[in-house]
T-cell receptor, first 114, second 114 residues
Framework: GDSVTQMEGPVTLSEEAFLTINCTYT??????LFWYVQYPGEGLQLLLK?????DKGSNKGFEATYRKETTSFHLEKGSVQVSDSAVYFC?????????????FGSGTRLLVRP | DVKVTQSSRYLVKRTGEKVFLECVQD?????MFWYRQDPGLGLRLIYF???????EKGDIPEGYSVSREKKERFSLILESASTNQTSMYLC?????????????FGPGTRLTVT
């Protein structure tokens, strides 16, 4: 079945450092791809998404490009802030049964130090 | 703004108790989901509902049941709680049935079964 693999954390960076969180997927079709973020004590919220190959999703300085040839959707940010400390989940949308469902990676915790 | 609320942030129950987790969304979404979140495993789908009184099993339905009597409310039921059901439970909702549609998450209920 479809699956998502993302790099294990925690990832610890200093403020203003460059961030990459790797995400690769396995899917039979052409899924939509998502990055969700979970700040401490909160539920998940959508960070960005891409719906077809070569699409770039972007939000709050974060970017990710849908790469069909490498089945990847890596998350990047040029300069992280302390407020970016959170858990980041890569996910794909899979049609199973009566509705589209999300399949999540295991999550990557990011800690940004001042 | 879409709002998904869950009845409790923290819950402590004893083994064998019947446990109800409630979720309410205020945006008239057709689809609602229950996940459990465990460290290193990401989010795993327990059940989802695509309409009132309609449900489908997710990836880990064993030991759980659900109820959707009204469109805005989706309940997760642990018939006889066990210690391996200690986890964070997240509810989500989504409008329509497109791969790219966003899921909106509640803040989660951290359940401890002793």
């Amino acid at each position: 079945g479809d699956s998502v693999t993302q790099m294990e954390g925690p990832v610890t960076l200093s403020e203003e450092a460059f961030l990459t969180i790797n995400c690769t997927y396995t899917a039979t079709g052409y899924p939509s791809l998502f990055w969700y973020v979970q700040y401490p004590g909160e539920g998940l919220q959508l960070l960005l998404k891409a719906t077809k190959a070569d699409d770039k999703g972007s939000n709050k300085g974060f970017e990710a490009t849908y790469r069909k040839e490498t089945t990847s959707f890596h998350l990047e940010k040029g300069s992280v802030q302390v407020s970016d400390s959170a858990v980041y989940f890569c996910a794909l949308s899979d049609k199973g049964g009566r509705s589209y469902k999300l399949i999540f990676g295991s999550g990557t915790r990011l800690l940004v130090r001042p | 703004d879409v709002k998904v609320t869950q009845s409790s942030r923290y819950l402590v129950k004893r083994t064998g108790e019947k446990v109800f987790l409630e979720c309410v969304q205020d945006m008239d979404h057709e689809n609602m989901f229950w996940y459990r979140q465990d460290p290193g495993l990401g989010l795993r789908l327990i059940y989802f509902s695509y309409d009132v009184k309609m449900k489908e099993k997710g990836d880990i339905p064993e030991g759980y049941s659900v109820s959707r009597e009204k469109k805005e409310r989706f309940s997760l039921i642990l018939e006889s709680a066990s210690t391996n059901q200690t986890s964070m439970y997240l509810c989500a909702s989504r409008s329509g049935d497109r791969a790219a549609h966003e899921q909106y998450f509640g803040p989660g209920t951290r359940l401890t079964v002793t």
